[in-house]
């Protein structure tokens, strides 16, 4: 399974489609097996699911994401979990165990 995330430094970025760079895990039998940064494309609507789905992503957690965005993702068969913040590590780690906590969704379009 591959996981994105928006990334804002070490950190999940709020919004999903401003972030400066997207973190890709690979996950294998519960574990971080590989990950690599990916830097965001110019924005440009329904460009990043057709990306991601590119790389084999087949996961997307972020702080938040339009609904017209997400059903993109739906398109692709990928799930998005929405509402999530924090340390991008912390996140993967806690997704991996099923206990990922999560908030709102940080986007309201």
Not at 35 to 50: C, D, F, I, N, V
Not at 52 to 57: D, H, S
Not at 76 to 95: E, P
Request: hydrophobic content about 40%; overall charge negative; glycine content about 12%.
């Amino acid at each position: 399974m591959k996981v994105a995330v928006p990334s804002q430094g070490a950190d999940i970025c709020a919004h999903f489609g401003h972030c400066e760079s997207f973190t890709i895990a690979e996950v294998e039998e519960g574990k971080v097996i590989s990950k690599q940064t990916l830097k965001a494309p110019p924005h440009e609507p329904g460009l990043l699911p057709r990306l991601l789905a590119g790389e084999g992503v087949n996961v997307v957690i972020t702080g938040g994401m339009g609904a017209r965005a997400q059903d993109l993702f739906a398109q692709q068969d990928i799930q998005v979990i929405t509402g999530a913040g924090g340390s991008i590590d912390q996140a993967l780690a806690a997704f991996i165990k099923g206990n990922l906590q999560t908030g709102p969704n940080a986007c309201d379009h």
